[in-house]
């Protein structure tokens, strides 16, 4: 009600391709005064986050690594046991976000922060701070690096018992 009242804002929600109806959902969840654009899945979602404030969202790996990469405040709503759990204290510890799974919580927190421009310049910087924008790069080399060294391994043995 405080964002609606002050008129700060339009909501983005993208939700799954597995979601039915999601068409339906349009104007209903804020009611008048607040323009709502629902979308299915999308291909450009770095372009609903590089013009977005803040991101309420779950704990998905992928998603807070392109937050982060975008400089944005997460507010971590769920998480999947064991597979996402671990995002939450990193999101918290790193300074970019915060976790409740409590709605009112969540737009309270939501509301603080786009209230202080202090507050979302330094949760913007701890997303810079924390983000690896070439972890998937890395993490291909080191592949790269671990298979072609076995195959030279393995190349080695065969060359060797070859010339016995």
Request: charged share 25%; with cysteine.
């Amino acid at each position: 009600e405080r964002l609606v009242k002050n008129r700060w804002l339009s909501f983005a929600e993208i939700t799954s391709r597995h979601v039915k109806n999601w068409k339906t959902w349009t104007g209903v969840l804020m009611g008048s005064g607040v323009e709502v654009n629902v979308q299915g899945f999308v291909n450009n979602m770095e372009e609903y986050m590089k013009a977005a404030d803040c991101l309420v969202t779950k704990a998905g790996p992928g998603t807070i690594a392109e937050a982060s990469i975008c400089g944005l405040p997460c507010m971590l709503f769920a998480y999947l046991p064991g597979q996402e759990e671990g995002n939450v204290p990193f999101v918290e510890d790193s300074g970019f976000g915060k976790y409740s799974s409590n709605p009112q919580v969540i737009a309270d927190t939501v509301c603080s922060w786009l209230e202080s421009p202090e507050t979302m310049e330094a949760m913007k910087d701890a997303a810079l701070a924390a983000a690896r924008p070439s972890a998937t790069l890395d993490i291909a080399k080191d592949l790269a690096e671990i298979a072609f060294s076995t195959r030279r391994e393995q190349y080695s043995e065969e060359k060797v018992l070859v010339s016995v």
